[in-house]
């Protein structure tokens, strides 16, 4: 990402960057190698500051590198992996404290099981307290980003202490609910969403065979690309999307702030202040290319923004860039142009005049 957009950013009235970091890069080369990398890290993060963003640095494992999953590091808190991971991470506090910043964040971990809780085997509030410590015994002073299990969903609240850790901490959440809409058409959602298209928020008002005939048409214009679509998938997406619509409480701004509000009940039952609370994660995928627009994206960015204001919460949009071969959630027209979208500026409650009077220049490179 290049200044002009990290100032673009900042115009706009974004005012942090959560800046995703994948591990493996950094624990698959020697020390001295890693050293440099580490460097050039922190490069980044004081070019992201100059701007006048703040900065919340969160490691992000990826799925492709299987040594460094999520779910391969916290698999055993005395294993290598386990070990090598903690000592990056206080590296990357040391390193972060140095500075001596308030307007710096580090996580411990993104989305880092599926499972709400692990009843048989290491389970991320085994994992979270060590982390955590490592980190605090190095860096006093930084604030430090806590998650839950569940992908770092809502309900994985129910199993996080706030006891074990002090008032410098912030609990990220993310939140793509319902998740039949906001992951429609993306290649790598579980099935049948990979094959819906067309499904409209709110649920009510809208028509099921709308959608239907929709997804029909994703599903011809991916075999036509050569995709293999599997048996049943039309059976298993209309099942789903008749769900959708004759859901009980309807989908709509109520559903929404439903869930927001067992968010506020946990933070009052444990002393937590609202603005400790970051919905650090909410977006919706943009349709597939060959596919409809849909308006009802800015809809639900909308409330769900709203919705956290309101509750005293902060909020991180997910993401800046389109995916790789795929729609993705960007705020981005495109990864070329970088075009910013008027319509997820506006629904985010921003200023989108700047946008008009911002000139890209330079080099556009990736912060990873």
Partial sequence: MSDIELQRLHALGFDFVRLTV??????????????????????????????????????HPVHGKARWTAESITA???????????????????????????????????????????????????????LYATVRDIAPDLTVVLTTGCWSGFDGLKYLDMAGFDDNTIVDLH??????????????????????SGVRYPGTG???????DQSRQLIDLLISGGRDIPDGAFERLEKRIRAYYEAAPAID???????????????????????????????TAWPVRGMPDNPDRYVWLEDVRRVA??????WAFWEYTRGNGYPGFGLV?????REIDIGSVKALGLDAAPTAQWELRGTVGAIQ
Avoid at 206 to 212: D, F, K, P, R
């Fill in 22 to 59: 994948a591990p493996a890069p950094f624990l698959e080369i020697d020390e001295a190698r890693r050293a440099v990398l580490m460097d050039t890290l922190m490069e980044s993060v004081s070019r992201i500051r100059a701007t006048g963003l703040g900065v919340l640095v969160d490691p």
């Fill in 76 to 130: 055993s808190t005395d294993g290598d992996q386990f070990l090598a991971y903690k000592d990056w991470l206080a590296d990357m506090a040391k390193r972060l404290a140095s500075l001596d910043d308030r307007k710096l964040a580090l996580g411990l971990m993104n989305e880092p099981q599926r499972d709400c809780h692990i009843q048989f085997g290491t389970d991320w509030t085994d994992v979270q307290p060590l």
């Fill in 175 to 196: 939140f793509y609910s319902p998740i039949s809409f906001t992951h429609q058409g993306l290649p790598f959602a579980g099935d049948p969403m990979p094959y819906m």
């Fill in 206 to 212: 809208h028509s099921a065979q709308a959608t239907l």
């Fill in 253 to 283: 701004r109520d559903f929404i702030a439903g869930h927001f509000s067992g968010v506020s009940d946990w933070a009052s039952s444990h002393g937590v202040d609202p603005g400790r609370l970051l919905i650090g994660e909410f977006g």
């Fill in 309 to 314: 204001e309101e509750a005293g919460f902060g």
């Fill in 333 to 337: 027209l495109d990864n070329d142009t």
